[in-house]
């Protein structure tokens, strides 16, 4: 399973665009790259899922080199209630890979 | 849709006690997954069912912990006897979707406290 690192913390403002960054230099042909978003107190939220270029919905977009051994993951336009803990995980939808959560992106939206 | 619903909220017991803790998955997912949350560890995924049969429990710390799923819209999460260390918030999910790759629907966990 390929290993994911992203940064432990992040400050931004509101009305900014966040950009959080997730290397995963190991990642496999089929595996796909999945981001969840975390509030405190609450249980993880799907956000996107993507496999490679660019995916975009109506929370976020995800950018994926042609290399994929990073990915970004891109949110307009901040505010404060977008503060809680994103975390990017690896894995293979088919071979039914267990995919490992980690600590995650802390950010911090300041107003 | 109530989403997936995790009963109790908050637990606290003393060591050595039985906990139970329950989940309802939401209605039609085939795939439902118990989740541990500790600071030190971060989100750890314990156990995965699949149309109610255990498929991989690789993450289920020791024997004291077991989970039963008797069927599609039931679970629980059980462990004895307890110990301090195993005060965690645990979280239940489900997905229509096989694996744990797939998205994953969460619900709002269970804080348990053992003194």
């Known amino acids: 399973l390929a290993k994911t690192t992203q940064p432990i913390s992040m400050d931004s403002y509101e009305g900014q665009e966040v950009n959080i960054t997730c290397s995963h230099n190991?990642?496999?042909?089929?595996?796909?790259i999945t981001w969840y978003q975390q509030f405190p107190s609450q249980g993880p939220r799907f956000i996107i899922q993507g496999y490679k270029t660019k995916v975009t919905n109506e929370v976020a977009s995800l950018f994926i080199p042609a290399d994929r051994k990073s990915s970004t993951l891109s949110l307009p336009r901040v505010s404060l209630s977008d503060t809680a803990v994103y975390y990017c995980l690896v894995g293979d939808r088919d071979r039914d890979d267990k995919i490992i959560f980690g600590k995650g992106t802390r950010l911090h939206i300041l107003p | 849709d109530a989403g997936v619903i995790q009963s109790p909220r908050h637990e606290v017991t003393e060591m050595g006690q039985e906990v139970t803790l329950r989940c309802k998955p939401i209605s039609g997912h085939n795939s439902l997954f118990w989740y541990r949350q500790t600071m030190m560890r971060g989100l750890e995924l314990l156990i995965y069912?699949?149309?109610?049969?255990?498929?991989?429990d690789s993450g289920m710390p020791e024997d004291r912990f077991s989970a039963k799923m008797p069927n599609a819209s039931f679970s629980t999460l059980k462990i004895q006897p307890s110990e301090p260390r195993d005060s965690a918030v645990y979280f239940c999910?489900?997905?229509?979707?096989?694996?744990?790759?797939?998205?994953?629907?969460f619900g709002p966990g269970t804080r348990l406290t053992v003194t």
């Open positions: 069912f699949n149309n109610n049969v255990p498929i991989d």
């Open positions: 190991n990642i496999a042909t089929n595996d796909y």
């Open positions: 999910a489900s997905s229509p979707w096989t694996g744990t790759v797939n998205e994953q629907y």
